[in-house]
């Protein structure tokens, strides 16, 4: 869905937070037998989509195994975030 945002030159930006902020950490897709995002992910960068997670929602020694291009922002930069968009679409 990000990514076909792109296509009329919008500015997107990804925000994982609550319990979606899981989704912003390093998977090991070899180790859970998956096969692994990153080419997906790479995308993003292509398409200067922007990610954000909100560390509080991570427990303490998850904070550390976000995604490198994944940006930590506490809850309180998100909702700023979200107030200022045009368009907020949750997922």
Request: hydrophobic share 50%.
């Amino acid at each position: 869905m990000a990514l076909g945002l792109t296509l009329s030159n919008h500015r997107v930006t990804v925000a994982y937070a609550g319990a979606g902020a899981g989704a912003a950490l390093t998977l090991d897709g070899t180790a859970v037998q998956r096969p692994g995002l990153a080419e997906s992910l790479d995308l993003f960068d292509a398409c200067r989509i922007r990610e954000l997670v909100e560390v509080d929602a991570l427990p303490p020694p998850l904070q550390g195994t976000v995604r490198a291009r994944v940006e930590p922002v506490d809850r309180s930069a998100l909702v700023d975030l979200f107030a200022k968009a045009d368009v907020v679409i949750p997922w």
